[in-house]
C-alpha cells in the first residue's frame, strides 16, 4: 500500500477536523497534545470518521515524531492504470528471500502461469509493468495457449530487501505483438545494451527450430526432438544428435562469459553438452561442457568442465556428485580473466585458477555446438533454456536464476484479478 508523509501543521489539522466531526456526530471527548497526540474515551463512532481517526491514531501512537508522518493511503486509493484498453490486471509480487545477498538489476525473470482467460490468442496483447502500475516493461512470450503462460520479463531491479511488485495487464482485443527490437519487444529483455548483454538464448521450446532469442545466432537442428523441458518444451538428444549454431563470435575466452542451461540424463558415460570448437589440426580447441571426464573408468556422472587445445587440457573442473540421476540439473560456467567457475543447480561446485595469457584462444571462426555430433553427445539425455552472455555472472545472479526457474511458483505470489 502507498504511503506519504504528513507535515506537523498537516497532521494536527487532521486531528483538529476528526475532532469535531466526532463532536457532533457523537458526543465524546477528543484529547491532543502537542508532541504526542492520544485519542480517548471513543463511544459511538460513524464507520467513516472512525475509519480516519483510527489511521491517524494509529500512525501517531507508533512514531516518536508528528513531522514526516507516514499514513495508509485509503484502500480505494489504486495505483494507476495502464492503459484502459486493456480490461484486466493481476499483481505478481515477487519474494525478496529468494533474491539472495544483492539486488539484481535489469534481470529477466520467467512468469509462468496457468488458469488464465481473457488473453488473445498466442498472448499478443500480454503486457508488464514496473510497480508504478504504468512503467512498461520489456517481455518475450515464450508460449501462451489455454490459459497457459510461459513468458520473461525485464526486470530494472529485484531486491533482496523488499518485495518486488510488477504488474500484467491483458485483455486488449485490438492489441498486437510489440516489434522484437521495439523498447518493450521480446528482442529488449535479453539486450540492456550494457554488461547484463546476453549474446545466445535458445529456448529450445522448438528444438526443430532452434531459434535465438537475441537474433543474433539462430542454430540448425540435426535428429533433436521436442519434449517436456525444465520451464517449457526442451529437447531430447541421442546419440549423434545435436543442434549447430554455426561460426560465430559467441566466444572469446580473453574477455568474462557465463554459459548456462538445464540438463537431465542418467546416463553417466562421458557426455559433452555444450561445445564451442574449432577441429583444424594443430589449432583445434575447445571449450566442453560435460558428464564424466571419461578417463579411463571415471564414467561418475559427476559434470565436468574443460578447455582443450589439440594436444593438452589447459583448464578443467569437476563437481562433487554425480547429475546423472534422471532429474533436471541447471549448470553454469563463469570465466572471469584467468578463473574458471562451476555451478550446479545454484551453487558454486569447482573452480580453477590456471589460466595464463599463453593459453588463451579465440574462436572468432568456430563452430558452437548444443550436444556434440558423436557418441559422445547425450545418449540419451534432454537439455532445455541454453543461454550465453558477455559477462561472468556473480554467485547471487546464478541462484536466483535457479530459484526462478526451478520453482517460478514460490518465487513469486500473483493477485486477483482487477479491472480499472
Keep these: 500500500m502507498k504511503k506519504r508523509g504528513f507535515t506537523l501543521l498537516e497532521a494536527v489539522l487532521y486531528l483538529a477536523i476528526a475532532g469535531v466531526v466526532i463532536y ?26 472512525r475509519s480516519v481517526l483510527d489511521q491517524i491514531s494509529s500512525a501517531i501512537s507508533n ?24 480490461i484486466y490486471r493481476k499483481k505478481i509480487t515477487i519474494d525478496k528471500t529468494k533474491v539472495p545477498n544483492t539486488d539484481q538489476t535489469n534481470f529477466p525473470v520467467l512468469v509462468s502461469l496457468t488458469g488464465l482467460s481473457n488473453i488473445n490468442a498466442n498472448g499478443t496483447d500480454i503486457r508488464f509493468t514496473d510497480s508504478t ?25 529485484l531486491s533482496t530487501s523488499a518485495n518486488t511488485d510488477i504488474y500484467m495487464y491483458y485483455g486488449s ?13 521480446s528482442q529488449k529483455v535479453w539486450d540492456d545494451g550494457g554488461s547484463n548483454y546476453f549474446k545466445g538464448v535458445w529456448h529450445l521450446a522448438d528444438p526443430t527450430n532452434p531459434v535465438d532469442s537475441t537474433d543474433a545466432n539462430n542454430g540448425t537442428n540435426s535428429g533433436s526432438t521436442a519434449t517436456v523441458g525444465q520451464v517449457d518444451g526442451g529437447a531430447y538428444f541421442t546419440s549423434a544428435n545435436y543442434i549447430s549454431l554455426g561460426a560465430s563470435n559467441l566466444f572469446t575466452p580473453t574477455t568474462a562469459s557465463t554459459l548456462s542451461f538445464w540438463v537431465k540424463t542418467s546416463n553417466t558415460h562421458y557426455q559433452r553438452l555444450f561445445v564451442f570448437e574449432r577441429a583444424s589440426g594443430s589449432s583445434a580447441m575447445a571449450l ?3 558428464v564424466s571426464t571419461g578417463a579411463g573408468d571415471d564414467n561418475n556422472g559427476k559434470p565436468y568442465a574443460f578447455y582443450r587445445n589439440s594436444s593438452d587440457i589447459l583448464l578443467s573442473m569437476i563437481g562433487p556428485s554425480s547429475i546423472a540421476d534422471g532429474n533436471w540439473h541447471y549448470l553454469s560456467y563463469t570465466i572471469n580473466n584467468t578463473v574458471g567457475s562451476l555451478y550446479v543447480d545454484g551453487i558454486s561446485a ?12 579465440n574462436f572468432s571462426s568456430d563452430n558452437a555446438l548444443i550436444n556434440y555430433f558423436t557418441s559422445n553427445g547425450l545418449n540419451p539425455g ?17 541462484k536466483t536464476e535457479y530459484n526462478n526457474q526451478s520453482s517460478p511458483a514460490t518465487f513469486y505470489t500473483v493477485g486477483s484479478e482487477e479491472t480499472p
Design 24 to 49: 457532533f456526530i457523537s458526543g465524546f471527548a477528543f484529547n491532543a497534545i502537542f508532541g504526542k497526540a492520544k485519542i480517548e474515551s471513543i463511544q459511538e463512532v460513524s464507520e467513516g470518521s
Design 350 to 361: 569447482a573452480t580453477a585458477s590456471d589460466i595464463s595469457v599463453s593459453k588463451t584462444f
Design 288 to 290: 566442453n561442457i560435460a
Design 133 to 157: 502500475g504504468t512503467g512498461e516493461l520489456a517481455r518475450e512470450i515464450e508460449s501462451y495457449s489455454a490459459g497457459t503462460l510461459v513468458a520473461w520479463v525485464k526486470v530494472p531491479v
Design 63 to 86: 512514531s516518536s515524531e508528528i513531522n514526516g508522518l507516514e499514513v495508509d493511503v485509503p484502500p480505494g486509493e489504486t495505483v494507476p492504470w495502464y492503459d484502459v484498453s486493456w
Design 382 to 398: 534432454y537439455l532445455d533454456e541454453s543461454r550465453f552472455s558477455n559477462t561472468a555472472r556473480s554467485a547471487d545472479w546464478i
Design 173 to 185: 482485443s485490438g492489441a498486437s505483438e510489440p516489434s522484437p527490437r521495439s523498447a518493450y519487444g
